[in-house]
């Protein structure tokens, strides 16, 4: 199965690296992109192709991931309309706040589109993926897509309505847990560590937390709250600090960050 990726930004280097670490064949791995360097970049890299056009690459693959910005899908879509209007190529799209139909609308109605939010994290395999199913796209189309992705980390077939949401929680989220380990390694190097020894002591309280709230809540459904219980000793130090951060509004804030993110989502489409 040929995979074609249309643009060679940020996303679509994430899903390629590690698609390609889980072995996924780079042989059949097709890129384009504007500016005629990043595509290239990133096959030298992975033993990938890059194409000199959309067409060519649409011509080649038989699925088709748009990795262009939003505002960019609709124009690429009809560029490539006559080489997938037969409806035999899968098309996938990472597009941020482009739903179903709006994609549907940029091309024939017979072609099968599912629509897909990974995170930055599938360069590593550790993404947590959305996955919604156009009127075209069958049960097969969706099982192709969750097998691409599956290499590159979690994936939940769910509804489109929840894409916002999901898009922030999953999409968005891993920029705002690198700012969370940024702002407490700043407040490391108030205290007198380097930068680097704060981040890796952050990092890895993030990543082990992360792995407890999930192997609790397989466990016995422990919940994160649960998990705070434990750590909070009465009249200790975790207490006093979890405190002190509620009082300025740690959870309003990161409850403002969803909605923010829920809202430009909104007006991508
Ligand atoms: N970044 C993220 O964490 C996530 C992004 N997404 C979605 O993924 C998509 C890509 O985002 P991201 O990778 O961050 O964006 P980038 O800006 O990093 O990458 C966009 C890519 O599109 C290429 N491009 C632009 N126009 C064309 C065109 N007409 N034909 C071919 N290639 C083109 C650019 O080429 P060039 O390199 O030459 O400029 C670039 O490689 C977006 O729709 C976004 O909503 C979804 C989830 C997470
Ligand atoms: O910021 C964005 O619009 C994209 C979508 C989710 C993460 N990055």
Redesign the pocket.
């Known amino acids: 199965m040929k995979i074609g990726f ?9 899903i390629v690296r590690g698609a390609v670490a889980a072995g996924l064949e780079a042989n059949e791995i097709y890129l ?8 290239p970049a990133l096959a030298g890299e992975v033993g990938a192709h890059a194409l000199a056009d ?1 067409r060519e690459l649409a011509q080649t693959a038989d699925i088709i991931v ?5 505002h ?2 609709a ?2 879509l009809k ?1 490539i309309t006559p080489e997938i209007s037969d409806g035999t190529k899968l098309v996938i799209s ?5 739903n179903l139909a709006s994609l549907q609308q940029a091309t024939e109605s017979n072609v099968p589109i599912v629509r897909v ?4 994290n599938a360069a590593i395999g550790e993404s947590m993926t959305g996955i919604a199913r156009g009127s075209a796209a069958s049960s097969k189309h969706v099982e192709m897509t969750k097998k691409i992705m599956v290499s590159v980390g979690r994936c939940l077939v769910i509804d489109e309505a929840h894409f916002p949401i999901f ?1 922030a929680l999953a ?1 968005c989220s ?2 705002w847990m690198y700012q969370i380990v940024d702002d407490f390694a700043r407040a490391g190097v108030n205290h007198g560590l380097t930068k680097q020894q704060a981040v890796a002591i952050v990092a890895q309280a993030m990543l082990g937390s992360a792995q407890m709230i999930l192997d609790e809540a397989a466990a016995d459904g422990a919940t994160p709250a649960n998990l705070i219980d434990r750590v909070t000793s009465p009249g200790g130090t975790t207490i006093a600090g979890l405190l002190a951060a509620q009082q300025s509004g740690l959870s309003t804030v990161l409850g403002l960050a969803v909605d923010a993110a829920v809202a430009r989502d909104g007006e991508l489409g």
């Open positions: 249309i643009g060679a930004g940020n996303m679509v280097r994430a384009t992109d504007k500016s005629g360097k990043s595509a959309n748009l990795g262009v910005k939003p960019a899908v124009d690429v560029e990472l597009a941020a706040g482009k939010m990974p995170n930055v898009s999409g891993p920029a």
